[in-house]
């Protein structure tokens, strides 16, 4: 508590009216990098609507036993959100954050949002995605806005009271270190204009606080030595890319992929020895290609060539095409010969019966047996009758998309295309959670597609200025 400053929402009589309220169910402690990185995604993207998650730690009060909340990182989402259907952002990435939060041992604590022009309170798409997905009584929605008079903020939490998503909580700026000055100063990076701190710098006369051996709240910063006067440079925030993932880097070339020094030119023979002179030009560089050349370990070298090899290859070339005519004359003859036909270039009086051939005789009807049909992937039914539907759905939206184009319909038949769409996004979804881990290629590959279909179609959308339905 030392180290944190208690921000309260701003009440709208005036700011004056505001009193400390930070002893409320699982307070929400906000590390000042976790701050500055929200704030930055907002700052890159101030009039398109911005997500992400918060992560961090669950910790309890030995003494009190009191649950509290440390956000000390953000997974952001570099994508650009059109419209308002965050339950469908959450749905497609859900098991790309938690693969994050297993890679960061980090707990989900809640998560931000923004949607420009809109107030500052949850819509009923963002309650509908809160009450879904973060069923924890200590998870958080944070909601973040650019303003004319601002940057605005508010933490919401869902509970009993029908005017939770309206309610601002308060809650605490965990400070790190270097934050608190001589005299007990502290430096704050909210810059939310809809809150105001309760009591954020200590008189001038008290000394400054000295760190406890033991804190309650224990980060990364209280194992750190002392920072120095040169400001360190703040590790960037993760960011979190679902469609595109990361490219490998390259891999060393092998030992014989690398490029062999040249030996020495050979010494000038004694001129006593009647042999011929040497050359003596340089020996030339090797030339060099667009991709190394790769030799095994046991080739020395290149093999001297033999004078009969084009022979040899013109004789290979010969007996190749001679047996592959002979196969094909077989093949021909044995199986695609129709019965009694007659043999051409006057074949027909071959000896031992080869000019003719009998057909086959014909099974009775009794006999025959139907060809077994396939099976059809009963697990997979729903999934792949969902799938179709969606494609039907998207073709469909692209058809009145041209319509639209050409003005021969209106707003209303555009939408209606598009809320087809969403309604069978939602129901593919929740199978294709229940699928994914038993996907083959083929579907895999489909399920990506669907994925950059539907984003097209919400781009398409919102460049048209269309109320959405």
């Given at each position: 508590?030392?180290?944190?400053?208690?921000?309260?929402?701003?009440?709208?009589?005036?700011?004056?009216?505001?009193?400390?309220?930070?002893?409320?169910?699982?307070?929400a402690?906000f590390?000042?990098?976790?701050?500055?990185?929200?704030?930055?995604?907002?700052?890159a993207?101030?009039?398109?609507?911005?997500?992400?998650?918060?992560?961090?730690?669950?910790?309890?009060?030995?003494?009190?036993?009191?649950?509290?909340?440390?956000?000390d990182?953000?997974?952001?989402?570099?994508?650009?959100?059109?419209?308002?259907?965050?339950?469908?952002?959450?749905?497609?990435?859900?098991?790309?954050?938690?693969?994050?939060?297993?890679?960061?041992?980090?707990?989900?604590l809640?998560w931000?949002?923004?949607?420009?022009?809109?107030?500052?309170?949850?819509?009923?798409?963002?309650?509908?995605?809160?009450?879904?997905?973060?069923?924890?009584p200590?998870?958080?929605?944070?909601?973040?806005?650019?303003e004319?008079?601002?940057?605005?903020?508010?933490?919401?939490?869902?509970?009993?009271?029908?005017?939770?998503?309206?309610?601002?909580?308060?809650?605490?700026?965990?400070?790190?270190?270097?934050?608190?000055?001589a005299?007990?100063?502290?430096?704050?990076?909210?810059?939310?204009?809809?809150y105001?701190a309760?009591?954020?710098?200590?008189?001038?006369?008290?000394?400054?606080?000295?760190?406890?051996?033991?804190?309650?709240?224990?980060?990364?910063?209280?194992?750190?030595?002392?920072?120095?006067?040169?400001t360190?440079?703040?590790?960037?925030?993760?960011?979190?890319v679902?469609?595109?993932?990361?490219?490998?880097?390259?891999?060393?070339?092998?030992?014989?992929?690398?490029?062999?020094?040249?030996p020495?030119?050979?010494?000038a023979?004694?001129?006593?020895?009647?042999?011929?002179?040497?050359?003596?030009?340089?020996?030339?560089?090797?030339?060099?290609?667009?991709?190394?050349?790769f030799?095994?370990?046991?080739?020395?070298?290149?093999a001297?060539?033999?004078?009969?090899?084009?022979?040899?290859?013109?004789?290979?070339?010969?007996?190749?095409?001679?047996?592959?005519?002979?196969?094909?004359?077989?093949?021909?003859?044995?199986?695609?010969?129709?019965?009694?036909?007659?043999?051409?270039?006057?074949?027909?009086?071959?000896?031992?019966?080869?000019?003719?051939?009998?057909?086959?005789?014909?099974?009775?009807?009794?006999?025959?047996?139907?060809?077994?049909?396939?099976?059809?992937?009963?697990?997979?039914?729903?999934?792949?009758?969902?799938?179709?539907?969606l494609?039907?759905?998207?073709?469909?939206?692209?058809?009145?998309?041209?319509?639209?184009?050409?003005?021969?319909?209106d707003?209303?038949?555009?939408?209606?295309?598009?809320?087809?769409?969403?309604?069978?996004?939602?129901?593919?979804?929740?199978?294709?959670?229940?699928?994914?881990?038993s996907?083959?290629?083929?579907?895999a590959?489909r399920?990506?597609?669907?994925?950059?279909?539907?984003?097209?179609?919400?781009g398409?959308?919102?460049?048209?200025h269309?109320?959405?339905?």
């Amino acid at each position: 508590m030392d180290r944190a400053i208690l921000w309260n929402p701003v009440k709208k009589e005036g700011a004056d009216a505001a009193r400390p309220s930070g002893r409320t169910p699982y307070p929400a402690f906000f590390q000042q990098e976790a701050v500055v990185a929200l704030q930055d995604h907002l700052k890159a993207s101030p009039q398109q609507a911005i997500f992400g998650f918060l992560a961090g730690t669950l910790y309890r009060d030995p003494d009190a036993g009191v649950l509290y909340a440390v956000i000390d990182k953000t997974l952001r989402l570099n994508q650009a959100i059109y419209g308002d259907k965050t339950e469908v952002v959450v749905a497609r990435l859900w098991d790309r954050m938690q693969e994050q939060l297993a890679r960061a041992s980090g707990r989900l604590l809640g998560w931000y949002h923004s949607h420009p022009g809109q107030g500052l309170s949850l819509t009923t798409h963002d309650i509908e995605t809160h009450v879904k997905f973060f069923t924890e009584p200590w998870q958080v929605a944070v909601l973040v806005s650019a303003e004319a008079e601002g940057v605005v903020g508010g933490f919401f939490r869902s509970g009993t009271s029908q005017a939770w998503a309206e309610t601002p909580l308060a809650f605490y700026e965990l400070l790190q270190p270097d934050s608190i000055r001589a005299g007990g100063k502290k430096r704050s990076f909210i810059m939310w204009k809809n809150y105001k701190a309760y009591n954020p710098v200590a008189p001038k006369h008290a000394p400054a606080p000295a760190p406890p051996p033991r804190p309650v709240i224990r980060t990364s910063a209280d194992d750190e030595a002392a920072p120095a006067r040169e400001t360190k440079p703040r590790p960037a925030a993760p960011v979190f890319v679902p469609d595109e993932p990361p490219t490998p880097p390259p891999q060393p070339l092998p030992p014989s992929a690398r490029p062999q020094p040249q030996p020495p030119p050979p010494p000038a023979p004694a001129p006593r020895r009647p042999a011929p002179a040497p050359s003596r030009e340089a020996p030339r560089a090797p030339r060099r290609t667009s991709a190394p050349s790769f030799r095994l370990l046991e080739q020395k070298g290149p093999a001297p060539r033999r004078r009969s090899r084009r022979g040899l290859w013109l004789t290979l070339l010969a007996l190749l095409l001679i047996g592959g005519g002979g196969a094909a004359a077989g093949y021909w003859y044995f199986f695609l010969r129709q019965p009694g036909a007659p043999l051409p270039f006057g074949l027909d009086s071959l000896p031992f019966g080869l000019g003719r051939r009998t057909p086959p005789p014909v099974a009775p009807p009794s006999v025959r047996r139907p060809a077994p049909v396939p099976r059809a992937d009963t697990a997979f039914a729903r999934f792949d009758r969902l799938s179709d539907t969606l494609s039907s759905a998207v073709r469909n939206y692209h058809d009145r998309a041209a319509l639209f184009a050409r003005r021969q319909i209106d707003c209303a038949g555009l939408a209606r295309g598009y809320a087809a769409i969403q309604t069978i996004w939602i129901d593919y979804n929740t199978e294709r959670k229940v699928r994914i881990a038993s996907f083959d290629p083929r579907r895999a590959a489909r399920d990506q597609g669907l994925y950059a279909s539907v984003d097209s179609v919400d781009g398409q959308f919102e460049q048209s200025h269309c109320q959405r339905p």
